[in-house]
């Protein structure tokens, strides 16, 4: 958690004018959509303004209010699926591909944006795994903490998420192969 | 396995552009603040018996609802959830309130969790949601129910009983009530068509400034018949990501400081020497420093990938190992399920993890596959 700090001891106002950038942008990698991490972010504010006294008695209010951003997202029943329907790219390498140590920035750029887009096919739950994971640096301790179940589950996802993720990549490697011969 | 968090640190970082407009947000969320304060004293002046989950199943346990007051019913439960260190964030602002007791609520115990097919769960859920029920009442369900572990599946097994013809012995939320009448409006305004930009345009023509409720009350009016003032899909539906100048100054600075090789790893250690605690907004100066020709005080590629990963990703492959060889072995989901009774483990894959090790040990299980 090197990233954030502890802020206890503030106001909403003084919360949301330090802390709502950053929370904006976790929750688009958390969701991989613009207009849910808008709804997810505007409804956990929402309800954080109205209970904000307890959420100050917390430890870290960061913490509890991106708890609170994870849970509504785990949670969203909202039909954002449907419109969330992304074409993935054709040219796809597994990950883990070694050139990806020597690739040159153009090439990162591309390989980002083809990752993000396999991400977008994953179950919720094994998303939120490799965010909480590689993107807020958690430790599967403290993942299986956030999201209320055991590091046996939290591995479990994060190594279904990769497995799938490497699934994608290869199966559309192969169409693409397919579609050159 | 570090190329594999390399890569996805970059796809991460690389779309945290994307990110909505805070002003915005944070004007919707004032507004739906003051809604929920509304519905709250609402429901507070209409005297109804509002009181907390966990109070509520206590006083159920207390009252003799369950056939067990010690918290085991046939001893085929799993144990009580332990309170959570923190008060539950997903809590909704106002408690659930429970229905006063009645003959149905007895019989509703769990033994154990029928599985479900991933189609199965989402359309659990599904029902679970539409039928009003939220986070707040999966808590009090559980503790009902005697289930630990993920509230994810407590939903599902409500949603379950639900699709099945099942009354539950709790009664829905009233803001979780309101939240799934909104639901059905938004899913109407899809369903007819219409997209987000639509949504944006709509606010805007009704001088509101919350797209969600714009979705609202068109998915109200298209319901009720009416035609909205916009055909589907007419406004530009992809995302406008804001664009001034100071985000494109923000994404050269960006690029610049990916290009120079520098990791997200170096962003954490630049942070912690600049004693800034927003990594990317370490990023954005480190690359703004590069382009005006200076260099930084650490090597691109230095910091090191953190070692409790290194050892996660072993742990996992550990972990398939041994739920494999427990499949292998001729044990099943239901073998599972009654060994983590047997042992008081509730969470079924921990149990495949640890019968698969004993089985890697040559050690025999007590139950036969």
New interface residues.
């Given amino acids: 958690m090197a990233t954030r700090d502890v802020c206890s001891g503030v106001t909403f106002e003084q919360f949301t004018s330090t802390r709502l950038p950053g929370l904006l942008r976790y929750a688009v990698v958390l969701t991989g959509d613009r207009e849910l991490a808008q709804d997810v972010v505007q409804e956990v504010l929402a309800r954080a303004q109205v209970k904000w006294r307890q959420i100050d008695r917390a430890d870290s209010p960061d913490a509890y209010v991106r708890r609170m951003v994870v849970n509504e997202y785990l949670s969203w029943r909202r039909s954002w699926a449907v419109r969330n329907v992304r074409a993935v790219g054709e040219r796809l390498e597994p990950i883990g591909d070694a050139r990806a140590m020597h690739r040159d920035h153009a090439q990162s750029v591309v390989d980002a944006d083809d990752l993000w887009a396999r991400l977008a096919t994953l179950p919720r739950k094994q998303r939120a795994v490799l965010v909480l994971r590689y993107y807020e640096q958690l430790d599967d301790v403290a993942i299986a903490d956030l999201l209320d179940c055991a590091p046996a589950t939290v591995r479990s996802n994060a190594s279904k998420a990769l497995k799938n993720l490497r699934l994608t990549s290869e199966q559309q490697t192969r169409v693409h192969e397919k579609e050159l011969t | ?1 570090n ?14 552009y ?3 407009d ?1 002003a ?3 004007a ?6 003051r ?3 509304r519905r ?1 004293r609402a429901a507070q002046g209409a005297g109804g018996a509002v009181l907390g989950a966990g109070l509520v199943a206590s006083s159920v346990a207390a009252a003799g609802w369950l056939p067990n007051n010690n918290g085991r019913h046939d001893g085929s439960t799993v144990s009580l959830a332990a309170p ?7 809590v ?2 106002s408690p659930s309130p429970l229905a006063s007791p009645s003959p149905f609520a007895s019989p509703a115990l769990v033994s154990s969790p029928t599985p479900l097919s ?1 189609s199965q769960q989402e359309a659990a ?2 029902a679970y ?2 039928a009003g029920y ?2 707040d009442n999966a808590l009090a369900l559980a503790q009902l129910w005697h289930m630990s ?4 599946t407590v ?1 599902a097994e409500a949603g379950r009983r639900l699709l099945a013809g099942q009354t539950l012995p709790i009664t829905p939320s009233p803001s979780a009530v309101a939240s799934a009448a909104e ?1 059905t409006d ?2 109407a305004f ?1 369903a007819a068509g219409y ?2 930009g639509d949504a944006v345009t709509l606010a805007k023509l009704w001088n509101g400034s ?3 409720q714009a979705k609202i009350d068109a998915g109200k009016k298209l319901i009720a018949g009416e035609t909205l003032p916009i055909a589907p899909g007419s406004q530009p539906t992809a ?1 406008t ?1 804001v664009t001034g100048s100071s985000d494109s100054a923000g994404t050269a600075d960006l ?1 610049a400081y ?2 120079a090789g520098y990791t997200y790893e170096d962003a ?1 250690g630049l ?2 020497l600049w004693k800034i ?4 907004q370490v990023k954005v100066d480190a690359g703004a420093k590069l382009l005006a020709g200076q260099t930084l005080p650490i090597a691109p590629g230095s910091q090191p990938t ?1 070692a ?2 290194i050892s ?1 990703e072993a ?3 550990a ?2 190992n041994a ?1 494999n060889k427990f499949f292998s072995a001729g044990y099943t989901y239901d073998d599972a399920v009654t060994l983590g009774k047997m042992w008081t483990v509730g ?1 079924t ?2 149990v495949k ?1 640890d019968a698969g090790q004993k089985l890697l040990a040559g050690q025999t299980l007590p139950i036969k596959p």
């Fill in positions: 396995m190329q594999d968090a390399d890569q996805l640190r970059e796809a991460f970082v690389a779309h945290e994307l990110a909505p805070a915005e947000v944070l919707v969320a004032h507004v739906r603040a809604r929920y304060r709250r959570p260190p923190l008060p539950n964030p997903s909704s602002a991933s859920l599904n949601f539409a939220d986070y572990g993920d509230p994810t939903k639901d938004v899913s899809f997209t987000y919350d797209t969600y995302p990501v690029n990916f290009a954490l942070a912690s605690a927003d990594a990317y953190p409790a990963e996660s742990a996992a492959s972990d398939e739920v969470d894959y921990q993890i």
